[in-house]
T-cell receptor, first 114, second 114 residues
Framework: AQSVTQLGSHVSVSEGALVLLRCNYS??????LFWYVQYPNQGLQLLLK??????LVKGINGFEAEFKKSETSFHLTKPSAHMSDAAEYFC????????????FGDGTTLTVKP | NAGVTQTPKFRVLKTGQSMTLLCAQD?????MYWYRQDPGMGLRLIHY???????AKGEVPDGYNVSRLKKQNFLLGLESAAPSQTSVYFC?????????????FGPGTRLTVL
């Protein structure tokens, strides 16, 4: 069984400040890890993913995440928040080779204050 | 490419009515998924398909049926709608290659059951 925990359902930062969205997972086998972003009234879009190789993964819009196996974490960061980053962010885990049946976290809503 | 499209975008049903949600993808993806999204609960997998003519149950399949008669289409049916099925429904598709494992989402269908 696999599960995902996103710490903090709401995160608020000032424009230009560091963004840190936390994600911890549990999985019986090494998983694939994903961050998706959802803008209002839209579907989810992939921000970045970890499959193999380098544990620091860079995604779109200046976001990056680091896979830390020892901590079972995959936290999402961005050095400087922009107003357009306001959205809901979902962490997801998918066991390798399991028809891509991802398990999603409950989501974190990011608010960016001017 | 249109990607993943969903029909309709909005629908209001009365309890006991039936309806079918249509998902279409033009990326020749093997895998397709139906999720529901409820506030504070992330995305939960209803049913999925690993290829034309195949379907399987996800996490919350009760009250729903699906069909995948054509590779590009995945239909979600509600035979007798209940207020508990008020939700936003998302369809997603994915290549069969485990090296990518990225799901592409449609824009969603917002369903209200009165």
């Amino acid at each position: 069984a696999q599960s995902v925990t996103q710490l903090g359902s709401h995160v608020s930062v000032s424009e230009g400040a560091l963004v840190l969205l936390r994600c911890n997972y549990s999985s019986s086998v090494p998983p694939y890890l994903f961050w998706y972003v959802q803008y209002p009234n839209q579907g989810l879009q992939l921000l970045l993913k970890y499959t193999t190789g380098a544990t620091l993964v860079k995604g779109i819009n200046g976001f990056e995440a680091e896979f830390k196996k020892s901590e079972t974490s995959f936290h999402l960061t961005k050095p400087s928040a922009h107003m357009s980053d306001a959205a809901e962010y979902f962490c997801a885990v998918s066991p390798r080779g399991n028809a891509g049946k991802s398990t999603f976290g409950d989501g974190t809503t990011l608010t960016v204050k001017p | 490419n249109a990607g993943v499209t969903q029909t309709p975008k909005f629908r209001v049903l009365k309890t006991g009515q039936s309806m079918t949600l249509l998902c279409a993808q033009d990326m020749n993806h093997e895998y397709m998924y139906w999720y529901r999204q409820d506030p504070g609960m992330g995305l939960r997998l209803i049913h999925y398909s690993v290829g034309e003519g195949t379907t399987a149950k996800g996490e919350v399949p009760d009250g729903y049926n699906v069909s995948r008669l054509k590779k590009q289409n995945f239909l979600l049916g509600l035979e007798s709608a209940a207020p508990s099925q008020t939700s936003v429904y998302f369809c997603a598709s994915k290549e069969s290659s485990i090296s990518t494992d990225t799901q592409y989402f449609g824009p969603g269908t917002r369903l209200t059951v009165l």
